[in-house]
């Protein structure tokens, strides 16, 4: 079996966003929800390993924003209306992941990104780091309607289509570190009624303990550079 493409998550898997998405969410709690600023500021957000809890334990953003954070769905729905705009005008730097780059550049398959993050930010990004070519295809939050958004399959169908036209007869891995990654990956193989394999990848070496999630993924990786063996195994 020949894997055709890698697809990606991309926070907490290419990037740690951690500082930059604690910040935006405390400017978005300032207009939405300022009850929730100050001495009344989440828990979740006072520290990058707090974040890291709640990012992990949570089933997508949706549940974060109301179950970790404290908003109504009222303010959890205005607020994901804004997180594109406020993630392109914050200044707040994100790093790649030790690894990364070098493991990007060595895979010879035609790569995507399928992200809750902004697209724009994304590419953005990757031209920091010359590697915006490594990829042919970025889906992120707003190019997806927002009662689509992962786990749904909508945005990795959309990336299979922009990588291949066609998504039949298809062998991918998707990499991400959230428990919705790997019920995204399941999701987009449930949609495809079988005629293409999705391989679920946990990356955990930013935080990810896979011990109590209900969906296992297929491999786990403690490392990117540990992509690259699976990969082999396969080809």
């Known amino acids: 079996m020949n894997i055709d493409a890698i697809l990606w998550d991309y926070d907490g898997t290419l990037v740690n966003s951690v500082p930059k998405n604690i910040d935006i969410t405390k400017q978005i709690l300032s207009e939405v929800a300022p009850r929730l600023t100050g001495e009344n500021l989440p828990h979740y957000l006072k520290s990058e390993d707090s974040y890291h809890i709640a990012n992990h ?35 707040t730097p994100v790093v790649l992941f030790s690894e990364i780059e070098q493991t990007i550049n060595q895979i010879q398959l035609p790569q995507g990104i399928c992200s809750q993050n902004s697209s724009e930010n994304i590419h953005r990004v990757l031209e920091q780091h010359d590697l915006n070519l490594k990829f042919q295809a ?20 959309k990336c299979m289509e922009q990588l291949f036209g066609n998504t039949a007869n298809k062998t991918i891995f998707y990499i991400g570190d959230h428990e919705g990654d790997v019920e995204f990956a399941r999701n987009i193989e449930k949609e495809l009624s079988g005629k293409s394999t999705v391989i679920a990848i946990t990356a955990t070496y930013s935080g990810a303990d896979t011990t109590s999630w209900t969906y296992k993924p297929d491999f786990e990786i403690e490392a990117p550079s540990d992509l690259l063996k699976i990969i082999n195994s396969y080809n």
């Open 57 to 91: 334990q949570s089933k997508n953003w949706q549940d974060l924003y109301v179950n970790y954070y404290g908003m109504t769905e009222t303010e959890m729905l205005e607020a994901g209306t804004m997180w594109s705009a406020y993630q392109l005008k914050n200044k």
């Open 138 to 157: 970025i889906v992120g939050y707003d190019d997806i309607p927002s009662n689509s958004q992962k786990p749904i399959p909508f945005g990795g169908l």
